[in-house]
């Protein structure tokens, strides 16, 4: 069965911390992995990433996939209290079906 | 904001009755998925609609079933409500079905009793 294990589930920083977010996968036919952001009800888009090995990166955010070992990393430097929400992993198949994670509920405090 | 819109934002409903979400997608978006998240999880997926045929489906039963409209807003029905049903089911609209960037609604927050 297809799933998306990620990890650790919950965390708790203090501003400016750095922190690395884990997801690894078992999907068949697999086509990306995407990460969201939740903070109240609708996640929203962070990354998609699709090639082995190459960073995305946008701010103090980045992300970067490897297929080798099924699994991913999420990471935010110099973290803000804005930073507190759940972060979720997904991976899309290529039949067009997509998989989540449980999420990291992430917390920082000032 | 997404420009995906859903209603209602809340609704209670008693086990066995039935239910209907509807969803607007944002202009252009051809391609509405649905998900289920419960309390505590990540979403599961339900199922997807691409120009108005469903062309994937997650492990759900037959009592969950959609439809989507020629301007591509959807619909969820759920039949014979069990208490499980209870969630925030989230409804996402994409360019393609193999976009990757999928533009989620606010949700609709269901409570069976």
């Known amino acids: 069965e297809d799933k998306v294990v990620q990890s650790p589930l919950s965390l708790v920083v203090h501003e400016g911390d750095t922190v690395t977010l884990n997801c690894s996968y078992e999907v068949t036919n697999f086509r990306s992995l995407l990460w969201y952001k939740q903070e109240k009800k609708a996640p929203t888009f962070l990354f998609m990433l699709t090639s082995s090995g190459i960073e995305k990166k946008s701010g103090r955010l980045s992300s970067i996939l490897d297929k080798k070992e099924l699994s991913s990393i999420l990471n935010i430097t110099a973290t803000q209290t804005g930073d507190s929400a759940i972060y979720l992993c997904?991976?899309?198949?290529?039949?067009?079906?997509?998989?989540f994670g449980k999420g990291t509920r992430l917390h920082i405090l000032p | 904001e997404t420009g995906v819109t859903q209603s209602p934002t809340h609704l209670i409903k008693t086990r066995g009755q039935q239910v209907t979400l509807r969803c607007s997608s944002q202009s252009g978006h051809n391609t509405v998925s649905w998900y289920q998240q419960a309390l505590g999880q990540g979403p599961q997926f339900i199922f997807q609609?691409?120009?108005?045929?469903?062309?994937g489906r997650g492990n759900f039963p037959p009592r969950f079933s959609g439809l989507q409209f020629p301007n591509y807003s959807s619909e969820l029905n759920v039949n014979a409500l069990e208490l499980d049903d209870s969630a925030l089911y989230l409804c996402?609209?994409?360019?393609?079905?193999?976009?990757?960037?999928?533009?989620f609604g606010p949700g609709t927050r269901l409570t069976v009793t």
């Open positions: 609609y691409y120009r108005e045929e469903e062309n």
């Open positions: 996402a609209s994409s360019l393609a079905p193999g976009s990757r960037a999928k533009y």
């Open positions: 997904a991976v899309s198949s290529r039949d067009d079906k997509i998989i």
